[in-house]
């Protein structure tokens, strides 16, 4: 299954390059906001979904409309409790894949993405002073869209959503969550 994503993600970039690759413009973006997980929370004494996503984003708009980028997603610390031990799920993601990026008129625009991430997730425990740490990674796709507002010429205002999956465990014991992340930042074109 991964391979068949990555190899979407790739065939999807090619596409994008191949009209324009002679002039690509680059383009990068800082986004700060929050993430909600979809983690269950039954039985649990306390239950926190929420984190704070920040975002960074390195792509080259091929002016046809399509961009290939390249992220950073660190997804925060959703956390919880029972019975005295305090669980944390810490979750970051490289992704790759294409962008989308229509303009509606000359301030607004639009972005659609499809790619890759590879994802990590780390689970940290603790109880009466005793903590422990595991790492799980896994690969799955992402989507998002967003809406972008010009400033200057080279300077944007962007909101983006963006989705994708996180595992925690390994084999018959792996559990996946779909983590959203909702975020706000600067896009410079050079």
């Given at each position: 299954?991964?391979?068949?994503?990555?190899?979407?993600?790739?065939?999807?970039?090619s596409?994008?390059?191949?009209?324009?690759?002679a002039?690509?413009?680059?383009?990068?973006?800082?986004?700060?906001?929050?993430?909600?997980?979809d983690?269950?929370?039954?039985?649990?004494?306390?239950?926190?979904?929420?984190?704070?996503?920040?975002?960074?984003?390195?792509?080259?708009?091929?002016g046809?409309?399509?961009?290939?980028?390249?992220?950073?997603?660190?997804?925060?610390?959703?956390?919880?409790s029972?019975?005295?031990?305090?669980?944390?799920?810490?979750s970051?993601?490289?992704?790759l894949?294409?962008?989308?990026?229509?303009?509606f008129?000359?301030?607004w625009?639009?972005?659609?993405?499809?790619?890759?991430?590879?994802?990590?997730?780390?689970?940290?425990?603790?109880?009466?002073?005793?903590?422990?740490?595991?790492?799980?990674?896994?690969?799955?796709?992402?989507?998002?869209?967003?809406v972008a507002?010009?400033?200057t010429?080279?300077?944007?205002?962007?909101?983006?959503?963006d989705?994708?999956?996180?595992?925690?465990?390994?084999?018959?014991?792996?559990?996946?969550?779909?983590?959203?992340?909702?975020?706000i930042g600067?896009?410079?074109s050079?």
């Open positions: 299954m991964s391979r068949k994503i990555i190899a979407a993600a790739l065939a999807l970039a596409f994008a390059a191949a009209p324009a690759f002039a690509p413009a680059p383009y990068v973006s800082l986004a700060v906001g929050g993430s909600d997980a983690m269950d929370c039954t039985g649990a004494d306390t239950c926190n979904k929420d984190a704070l996503a920040v975002k960074v984003i390195g792509g080259y708009d091929f046809n409309q399509f961009a290939v980028e390249g992220m950073y997603v660190s997804l925060g610390e959703p956390d919880g029972v019975d005295g031990i305090k669980v944390g799920i810490q970051s993601y490289w992704g894949g294409g962008a989308f990026r229509p303009a008129n000359q301030e625009s639009g972005v659609f993405r499809l790619g890759v991430a590879f994802t990590t997730s780390k689970v940290n425990a603790s109880f009466n002073g005793a903590s422990g740490s595991q790492s799980f990674d896994s690969t799955n796709a992402y989507v998002g869209a967003g507002y010009a400033l010429k080279d300077i944007k205002v962007e909101a983006d959503l989705t994708t999956r996180v595992s925690v465990g390994d084999g018959a014991d792996k559990s996946d969550a779909r983590v959203i992340d909702y975020t600067l896009t410079y050079f």
